[in-house]
């Protein structure tokens, strides 16, 4: 009976000449209409066709029907594959559509430079291929479908970020605000996050418009909710880094203070550790120099060259006509950090036609041309390349603290070599000054003077990154596990430090790869080292991210686009920040097929 059944429900190749149906995707269809039949039994199958079609091709004999059905399924292939070619082509033209608006987004262009370049796409498709005319034609880049194609990126994107967010052992936060070109203040949150294989997630978290007051309550407010947003444990921060201003510091009522808070009324077991960013810090050290003096007279002199376009343009042809290797000084911008080294160094070096051309303007260079003024820009001017030298290895992507430390460290040690060097008349790594010393008599270049002012500026140096040097012992954990002195160690990870120490297999796996690599190698049966591990690769040791972003943010919402929308502005600066994760365009090209 059972097998009886089967039959009766199979469809059999048989059946294709007889009732003129063919099997397409598990259904029975019918090859003259189109009709699929839900069931297939031979009584429901034979008759639709009898019903319908019987009349117009029961004369055919079996060969004729035969030779009908292949004709039939034939012509059934080909309307299938132009459909499949019309949805592929289709969906070729949206993913299109988000490539462009991810290219506009990332290159700060307003919305309507899709438009522009969908006609210079028609045009170069006219010389170069015609043929594919339509296919161009059919990517759809209008200003509202870029905007569109914008926030889809932006929202797959931070998608990805609260997946990957689930599997974070670690996380730290850096936090700034600044100003747009609507002065609006904006919030940006950045998050770095590191998973149970220890592999670090460093992303936009949230940019968050705030158009009233920008107190500590308000601002953690706003880091509250980016946190809780993406459905992250407070117990799992270890560290929040910022720019060091009041209302983030604060151990009340800034935002420091009120996460510590949080995370108390959260029972979080760790402690937080709060860094004010390395690279703000290395800036303000440079202040204890106190040569603002000298820092006047330079910018005043650029001012006078550059403000006005006529002293611009005959200084230029006064550099000219004297055959400088230079054309030109830069403006010195306080905000901008590498600005002050570059405007002293070019000014330096053009110190004498800088000093003629202001005597044919009929200015006092008597300043500009003492020996004391000459002595003091040449020391600026080197200590500002060595701030400058340093302030570059601080700055980029995936920067892990530990290195950043050693940087500092490095430059601390560096500062009383040069002192101990300058007290003995030894100016070797500071050339601007060993060019001066070779032009003026030994005895008057101030080699103490600027000995004690090397000392002030290595003390400025421990005391801004004393915080840091608090952390010496947990950044070698990390940097060097194997020079570790154990009795130094944290108690809870002595006995795991130990067996780390005396195997050598890890120790050559360290040699091969480098402290950053390493912790990933670091087995599983040392859970409190590879916890410790992932705490201190997720630490954020400056806002540079946030500082990197605020730049995109100028170059984005111009004086031309201020009526921008905040989650226009939000969304363009998350796709032109993302580096960890990058949109899955064939998803939402996937969805935006479901839709239509």
């Not at 100028?554 to 580096?579: G, P």
């Amino acid at each position: 009976m059972a097998k009886r059944k089967a039959e009766n429900r199979s469809f059999l190749d048989k059946r294709e000449a007889e009732y003129l149906f063919t099997y397409v995707k598990d259904k029975p269809v019918c090859l003259v209409c189109g009709v699929n039949v839900a069931v297939s039994k031979e009584y429901n199958i034979r008759r639709h066709y009898e019903t319908k079609h019987h009349d117009k091709y029961k004369d055919l004999d079996m060969t004729q029907r035969s030779q009908k059905v292949e004709e039939m399924k034939r012509s059934l292939v080909s309307q299938q594959n132009m459909f499949k070619k019309a949805t592929s082509q289709s969906e070729a033209a949206v993913k299109a559509s988000y490539i462009v608006a991810a290219e506009i987004a990332k290159s700060a262009r307003p919305f309507n430079e899709g438009e522009f370049m969908k006609k210079c796409m028609m045009k170069v498709c006219d010389l170069v291929c015609p043929e594919k005319k339509q296919a161009f034609s059919n990517v759809s880049l209008s200003r509202n479908t870029v905007a569109d194609c914008t926030c889809d990126l932006a929202t797959n994107l931070y998608d990805q970020l609260m997946e990957k967010g689930e599997d974070f052992v670690a996380f730290s936060l850096a936090v700034d605000e600044s100003c747009d070109a609507s002065d609006t203040a904006q919030l940006s949150v950045f998050i770095r996050g590191v998973d149970s294989n220890l592999c670090v997630t460093e992303e936009l978290l949230g940019f968050k418009s705030m158009h009233g007051t920008t107190t500590g309550k308000e601002i953690f407010e706003e880091v509250s909710k980016c946190v809780t947003e993406i459905k992250l444990p407070w117990d799992k921060l270890v560290g929040l880094t910022t720019d060091g201003a009041p209302a983030m510091c604060g151990k009340k009522s800034g935002l420091v203070g009120m996460v510590r808070e949080k995370m108390r009324e959260e029972n979080c077991a760790g402690e937080l550790t709060v860094y004010h960013c390395i690279i703000h810090q290395e800036a303000l050290c440079a202040k204890a120099l106190k040569m603002e003096d000298v820092m006047t007279t330079v910018t005043q002199v650029v001012n006078f060259i550059r403000a006005k376009g006529l002293n611009h343009r005959q200084f230029k042809s006064f550099l000219e006509e004297c055959g400088s290797e230079y054309a030109d000084v830069p403006y010195h911008t306080e905000v901008r950090w590498l600005s002050r080294g570059k405007v002293l160094n070019r000014c330096f070096e053009l110190r004498e036609e800088i000093c003629q051309f202001l005597e044919t303007k009929g200015k006092d260079t008597a300043e500009l041309r003492e020996q004391k003024f000459l002595c003091e820009l040449a020391f600026l001017c080197d200590i500002s390349s060595h701030l400058d030298a340093l302030n570059l290895q601080l700055q980029g992507r995936g920067r892990i603290i530990t290195d950043m430390y050693a940087a500092v460290r490095a430059f601390k040690t560096k500062l009383c070599l040069w002192e101990n060097q300058m007290l003995q008349g030894n100016p070797c790594h500071f050339p601007c000054c060993q060019s001066i010393k070779a032009q003026i008599s030994t005895a008057v270049f101030p080699c103490a003077q600027f000995a004690e002012k090397l000392s002030v500026l290595a003390a400025e140096f421990s005391r801004r990154f004393a915080d840091f040097d608090a952390q010496k012992c947990k950044f070698e954990l990390l940097s060097n596990p194997f020079a570790v002195d154990v009795e130094n160690a944290p108690t809870n990870i002595q006995m795991e430090l130990i067996e780390l120490q005396c195997n050598d297999t890890l120790k050559s796996k360290y040699d091969a790869v480098g402290a950053a690599q390493f912790p990933r190698f670091i087995p599983d049966t040392m859970p409190q080292l590879r916890t410790q591990a992932a705490q201190m690769l997720s630490m954020f040791g400056s806002t540079y991210l946030c500082e990197q972003l605020f730049s995109s943010m100028k170059m984005t919402k111009t004086t031309h686009r201020r009526r921008l929308t905040d989650e226009h502005l939000r969304s363009i600066l998350r796709i032109s920040s993302a580096q960890s994760l990058s949109p899955d365009i064939d998803e939402l090209a996937s969805k935006k097929r479901c839709q239509s």
